[in-house]
């Protein structure tokens, strides 16, 4: 008989080694929408799909023509907005994006070499409102966004305005390309210059000669061929919404940020 097994479980058999402690999982612990530990809702189930998978279908541009998001993931999407993780996420694309820049040629002469940015939350971030308006589960309501566009207080994205730093200084001109209204121009410029972007080769609003049927992937593809025609040359291209980056020209280089709480044709 192989008593060497008995000789280890001795001193436990006789009480010399205290019995294996099984701590607890910790709780979750939320303050004030932002999670210390997990996200909340991650196991929150719409339609036989978690929160977390729905949101992955948004950001890969499974998911079209959603017009808000599930109500039982609204406490999921709060935590991901206001918590790390939206950060962390635009970080990374936005660390691509500039190390990507840094390996451009820009030649020195003419100037025409651009980035194409997007405004709402890409340059500027209307958190404070969606915070207000259950981060994508109410349906949209333009009177209401109009009114917070108009008080010309949504901060930067900070990941963005980085960016946007770095592009400059290495001589690359910045395109602000966005769905706004052409009378909401001045403060649109306005918020901008506040949010720490204080210049710009050009500001593109959506002016009332814009065609009524053109969706925002449409729009923004042709005021992007009217920028190549004038001689520019787009060497990136950044938004959160598909219909920012996609459409020719797109751009040398596309960069989607996050942003599950709506979405644009």
């Given amino acids: 008989m192989n008593l060497l097994p008995l000789l280890f479980l001795l001193p436990a058999l006789l009480g010399l080694v205290p019995p294996m402690q099984v701590s607890a999982a910790p709780a979750r612990q939320i303050h004030l929408l932002r999670p210390v530990m997990g996200s909340a809702g991650a196991a929150v189930k719409v339609k036989g799909v978690s929160c977390s998978s729905w949101q992955f279908g948004v950001e890969t541009n499974s998911l079209r023509g959603w017009n808000t998001v599930p109500a039982g993931c609204e406490s999921y999407f709060g935590h991901y907005m206001m918590g790390r993780r939206y950060r962390e996420d635009s970080r990374a694309v936005a660390a691509a994006a500039a190390e990507y820049a840094r390996g451009l040629q ?13 405004v709402d939350e890409t340059s500027l971030s209307n958190l404070p409102y969606y915070s207000r308006h259950g981060f994508g589960v109410e349906p949209f309501n333009a009177t209401l966004f109009d009114t917070w566009v108009a008080t010309g ?21 910045v395109v602000f390309l966005t769905g706004r209204a052409e009378e909401q121009r001045q ?69 989607k940020l996050p942003d599950p709480l709506y979405y644009i044709s």
């Avoid at 820009?106 to 997007?118: A, E, L």
């Fill in 187 to 255: 403060i649109t410029a306005s918020n901008l210059k506040k949010a720490g972007y204080y210049s710009w080769e050009k500001l593109i609003l959506r002016g009332n000669g814009a065609l009524a049927h053109e969706n925002a992937l449409q729009f923004k593809s042709s005021e992007r061929l009217k920028l190549t025609e004038q001689g520019y040359r787009i060497v990136g291209n950044i938004g959160d919404q598909w219909s920012d980056i996609l459409g020719s020209p797109e751009g040398e280089r596309t960069f």
């Fill in 153 to 173: 207080t949504a901060p930067p994205l900070p990941e963005s305005l980085k960016l946007y730093k770095e592009l400059l200084s290495l001589g690359i001109k």
């Fill in 106 to 118: 820009i030649s020195s002469g003419g100037g025409k070499q651009i980035w194409v940015f997007d």
